[in-house]
């Protein structure tokens, strides 16, 4: 089985500040790591995706996460958000097997607010 | 349209009803897959299918059916609605190890 827990329900931050948004996972297997962003009324969007390779992944808008094996953590970061960014954040982990429906598992969400 | 689609978008309906969501999806994607989401608990899967008259139970599937004639479509169907079924329906399918997630239908059950 795995869980993913994201530590921070909220996090309310200033515009053009730093953010770091927490996602910690457990899994007795090797996992792909997502993170989706949810703006108000939509569906889920891909933001970016750990499968293999170099441990740090961007996103085409400024955020980038990394891989940590060791402490099994994903973490969302930016270093100067916008109001824009303004959304509900999901971390996502699936297993890593052929031939499964690689269901995921999602955190409970972070709600990043950005203020002026 | 391309993409992933949902009706209704919304939903208000009396407890005991018959429920019926529709997902259709253009991509052609073999897996396809029901979450719902409620507040402090992000998406739970409730339905997935690998394919056409394949499908598989979630997390959460008690007082969901689900069925998949076709590869592009994926309706849930709630038997007799209850409140605690209340909560926003997110259709996603799979392709290569990314899910694409619909917009999703918000159902209200009174």
């Known amino acids: 089985a795995q869980s993913v827990t994201q530590l921070d329900s909220q996090v309310p931050v200033f515009e053009e500040a730093p953010v770091e948004l927490r996602c910690n996972y457990s899994?007795?297997?090797?996992?792909?790591l997502f993170w989706y962003v949810q703006y108000p009324n939509q569906g889920l969007q891909l933001l970016l995706k750990y499968l293999s390779g170099s441990t740090l992944v961007e996103s085409i808008n400024g955020f980038e996460a990394e891989f940590n094996k060791s402490q099994t953590s994903f973490h969302l970061r930016k270093p100067s958000v916008h109001i824009s960014d303004t959304a509900e954040y999901f971390c996502?982990?699936?297993?890593?097997?052929?031939?499964?429906?690689?269901?995921?598992?999602f955190g409970s969400g972070t709600q990043l607010t950005v203020l002026p | 349209d391309a993409g992933i689609t949902q009706s209704p978008r919304y939903k208000i309906t009396e407890t005991g009803r018959q429920v019926t969501l529709m997902c259709h999806q253009t991509?052609?994607?073999?897996?396809m897959f029901w979450y719902r989401q409620d507040l402090g608990h992000g998406l739970r899967l409730i339905y997935y299918s690998a394919a056409a008259d394949i499908t598989d139970k979630g997390e959460v599937p008690d007082g969901y059916v689900v069925s998949r004639s076709k590869t592009e479509n994926f309706p849930l169907t709630l038997e007799s609605a209850t409140r605690s079924q209340t909560s926003v329906y997110f259709c996603a399918s799979r392709g290569g190890e990314t899910q694409y997630f619909g917009p999703g239908t918000r159902l209200l059950v009174l």
């Open positions: 991509w052609s994607h073999s897996y």
């Open positions: 899994s007795s297997v090797s996992v792909y």
């Open positions: 996502a982990v699936s297993h890593i097997s052929s031939g499964s429906a690689r269901q995921l598992t």
